[in-house]
């Protein structure tokens, strides 16, 4: 049977084909997707980590146990697995581990653009890269057999269009796969130095070996047509080049690390002159030259940014397209922006008049760094806005004229923000912390998390009190805040940040998406009472517009929240019906 899937849920069939018993991912855009639709089969555990350092914890203790394991990130989760992703290469695995990490070339959901072939090559790991569905299925499952086969994790690199693409899949069965049994085995499974100095070795010979698998291997494919042009490459660049260059011959890498030598110099004697099409980082191009086999890559093709054909057809061909006359007109940009009813909203206004400073990180609040709200000086990392708060209180002192605080959502708190509330705490800092509490990991797609109390199937569990959990850190004064009472909210965060010791602050109020969240009416401006001041329009919500002097408040955006009514100096704002 086949059936038409997004690579993500083509990856997530793979692991349910092969037989997975454990699953444990944190969510990420572009690779949510896989861990929603595992969740989907009942067959296997699975679940959303605190962070992806925990989620690849679990699924290697798994592996250990004798289960097949797997676990999803981002590109950048794979920073926050980096710790144990260096050991487990070292010890290796008992069942099969399998990492996907969905990279995201031109940052379409991300802080930054990196290639995580270099994580491959880095902790010496397997890596293989599918260029559609089918192959994102066939890959996952071929790289728990690999995974076995030569004692290692094996990478599944993804990017956003194979992510995010959607073509034909055959579906398979499940199979019947057998825990092994687990023996206790201090020499593979605890390093220490004694062990790491041997297990080096048997790493730097399992290279080799998979160096001469990779050489004749399927996932591998040369094809020769016209031999005097071709191309190397991988992952969705090997789709754009197929396409503007049909009758060329071609080397496609299923296996991205580590890559075959002979291979490569067997198509490239056949072949006048070969074009490297990889996105992002120059791996594959690199590997070439140092072979001593002559290549174009990067020098007429760019570092950074997705590709597509077009990009391809203009470097390559020199053919310019041109899709309609507005083409070369300057477009006006439409900036990312906070929801209608959302809760942040009304947490920014009320900061954003007491012209703080404020330090931020990743999730649905970032947006909050765009016109009017204008509130985030900075955005680094997960929980980054926690730890980066108590850095610039060390470094300006408590002479500073601007009052510093630091912002979380619930999620990321419990992902990397913790640590740097205790660090705060443990070295006498007096840093200010806002929870954004909006009871969802909401710029992923409302996945569940430790403070809502719900696991990825929807199952009531125990949610994280943080009022307690503040308390146990040393936290002595904690506020709970509406942020629709922009008063309250700025009257608390005024009195916080006046404190000469840590405080907390849980701006609580869940998601205007989420399905238990109604709000009744609409808003309506009486133009006869609109005097045009504006002060609806800094809220920044879409639904607000300005037209002719006066707010107009389109019907088919707004929620109902009643934020713009809070704020309305004339009472011109109104809900329909009251």
């Known amino acids: 049977m086949k059936k038409l899937m997004l690579g993500n849920e083509a990856v997530a069939r793979g692991v349910f084909e ?60 794979v920073n926050v697995a980096a710790d144990p992703l260096f050991t487990m290469s070292y010890i290796g695995v008992n ?16 802080q930054n653009e990196q290639d995580s072939r270099h994580y491959a090559r880095a902790a010496k790991v397997m890596m293989l890269e599918p260029s559609d569905s089918q192959e ?46 687990y023996v206790k085995d201090v020499n593979k499974n605890v390093m220490m130095p004694a062990m790491g100095r041997k297990k080096h070795i048997m790493v730097e010979e399992r290279t080799k070996k998979q160096i001469t698998y990779s050489e004749t291997s399927d996932l591998n494919s040369m094809v020769i047509k016209d ?27 299923g296996i991205t690390y580590p890559l075959p030598v002979e291979l490569i110099k067997k198509f490239a004697d056949q072949v006048e002159t070969i074009y490297v099409i990889e996105e992002l980082e120059p791996i594959i191009e690199e590997h070439c030259r140092m072979n001593n086999i002559k290549v174009i890559g990067k020098d007429i093709l760019p570092v950074t940014g997705e590709y597509s054909a077009d990009l391809l057809r203009k470097a390559i061909l020199n053919e310019k397209i041109s ?20 809760p942040h909203r009304g947490l920014y206004y009320s900061m954003n008049r007491l012209k703080l400073v404020l330090t931020g990180d990743i999730g649905c609040y970032t947006l909050g760094a765009l016109p009017p709200l204008n509130a985030l000086d900075t955005c680094i990392c997960m929980g980054g806005g926690i730890s980066a708060a108590h850095g610039f209180e060390k470094a300006r002192g408590k002479d500073f004229d601007r ?15 913790i640590t740097g ?20 990991t909401g710029m992923t797609g409302h996945q569940n998390n430790p403070v809502n109390g719900f696991t990825i199937k929807g199952e009531p569990t125990q949610a994280v009190d943080l009022l307690k959990l503040a308390e146990a850190i040393g936290i002595k004064r904690v506020k709970v805040v509406d942020p629709f009472d922009m008063k309250k909210m700025t009257e608390t965060i005024k009195e916080e940040t006046n404190t000469d010791e840590p405080s907390l602050i849980i701006s609580q109020r869940p998601c205007a998406l989420l ?41 088919a955006l707004c929620v109902g929240c009643g934020m713009c009514i809070s704020v309305c100096p004339f009472e011109a704002i109104s809900k329909e019906g009251e």
């Open 515 to 555: 399905k238990t969240v109604k709000y009744k009416g609409i808003a309506k401006v009486d133009t006869e009472k609109c005097r045009g001041c504006k002060m609806c329009m800094k809220l920044g919500c879409p639904a607000i517009t300005f037209n002719d002097g006066k707010a107009k408040i389109n019907d």
């Open 227 to 253: 031999k005097k042009t071709g191309f190397i490459s991988c992952g969705v660049a090997f789709q754009y080049a197929s396409e503007i260059l049909p009758d060329a011959s071609f080397l496609k890498l």
């Open 323 to 342: 899709y309609n006359e507005l083409e070369d007109e300057i477009l006006p940009v439409r900036p990312p922006v906070l929801c209608p009813g959302c």
């Open 421 to 440: 509330l205790i660090d705060i705490v443990y070295n006498k800092g007096i840093s200010t912390i806002i929870v954004a509490d909006n009871s969802i």
């Open 18 to 77: 092969a037989g997975v018993t454990v699953v444990s991912s944190y969510p990420g855009t572009p690779s949510t997707e896989i861990t929603e639709n595992i969740a989907m089969y009942k067959e296997i555990f699975s679940e959303w980590a605190p962070n992806e350092k925990v989620a690849l914890e679990v699924a290697s203790g798994a592996s250990i146990a004798g289960a097949r394991a797997f676990c999803a990130m981002k590109h950048v989760g």
């Open 136 to 181: 994102a299925k066939d890959f996952t499952i071929r790289a728990f057999e690999l995974s076995e086969q030569f004692d290692t994790p094996v990478f599944i690199r993804l990017s956003t269009r194979i992510s995010h693409s959607q073509s034909l899949v055959t579906i398979g069965e499940r199979t019947d796969y057998q825990l092994k049994d």
């Open 403 to 417: 009052k510093v605080v630091g912002i979380v959502g619930d999620s990321t708190f419990t992902h990397s923000g």
């Open 95 to 110: 069942g099969g581990l399998v990492i996907a990490v969905a990279d995201d070339p031109g940052m379409h959901s991300s």
